[in-house]
């Protein structure tokens, strides 16, 4: 059974779509989030929401927005993509200091 | 803010070898979890080991260990006996509370090629 899934794994899109990336967790952790790798690899979180409530919200873009509809979903929709947003999308779920990490989402922005 | 620095972009070693990864972190808190994941070419994130603060002891995990120095706030990585399968990005993490909330601050990442 995998933990922590994300969908789609690879999306490659043109500049100025808006795509999403969706996140299920099968764990009952209280908190997800969402991180992004950049193209040198750093992690950085970009937000955590904690039983649906929006917690951690780093800055970001307006352009990035996350939606979760229930404690075992995180979705991240992005609008009007940026050649910069091509990247590594971590979603990830805790609950105290156990943390699951999902397989990531490459996102690559012609 | 924390910040979690790891000094060596890259580090290679010789199969059946020891390596030594290197960490440190700057915070005023006291009670605190530190991590290190393993990152293959796989991209998945894999729990290496974890290590809690108040903890004198240092986290071993099979092949791998800590050197968790609380008073330089240093959180280095060893690996005894290199396999191939070790090449990897490694990070190192730091779990830090603000306002109630959770997250993880990753340093930059080292490169670990093994030779064989």
């Known amino acids: 059974d995998t933990a922590v899934s994300q969908t789609p794994k690879y999306l490659v899109t043109q500049m100025g779509n808006d795509k999403s990336i969706k996140c299920e967790q099968n764990?009952?952790?209280?908190?997800m989030y969402w991180y992004k790798q950049d193209s040198k690899k750093f992690l950085k979180i970009m937000f955590s929401?904690?039983?649906?409530?929006?917690?951690i919200n780093e800055t970001v873009p307006n352009r990035f927005s996350p939606k979760s509809p229930d404690k075992a979903h995180l979705n991240l929709h992005i609008n009007s993509l940026e050649l910069g947003d091509s990247a590594v999308y971590f979603c990830?779920?805790?609950?105290?200091?156990?943390?699951?990490f999902g397989p990531g989402t490459r996102l690559t922005v012609l | 803010a924390q910040t979690v620095t790891q000094s060596q972009p890259e580090m290679s070693v010789q199969e059946a070898e020891t390596v030594t990864l290197s960490c440190t972190y700057d915070?005023?808190?006291?009670?605190?979890?530190l991590f290190w994941y393993k990152q293959p070419p796989s991209r998945q994130m894999i729990l290496v080991i974890r290590q809690e603060a108040y903890k004198q002891q240092n986290a071993t995990e099979n092949r791998f260990s800590v050197n968790f120095q609380k008073a330089a706030k240093s959180f280095s990585l060893k690996i005894s006996d290199s396999q191939l399968g070790d090449a990897a990005m490694y990070f190192c993490a730091y779990r830090t509370i603000i306002q109630g909330a959770q997250k993880l601050v990753f340093g930059q990442g080292t490169r670990l090629t093994i030779n064989p």
């Open positions: 929401y904690n039983n649906k409530e929006l917690i």
């Open positions: 915070t005023s808190e006291s009670d605190y979890y």
């Open positions: 764990l009952g952790h209280d908190t």
């Open positions: 990830a779920s805790s609950q105290g200091p156990t943390w699951v």
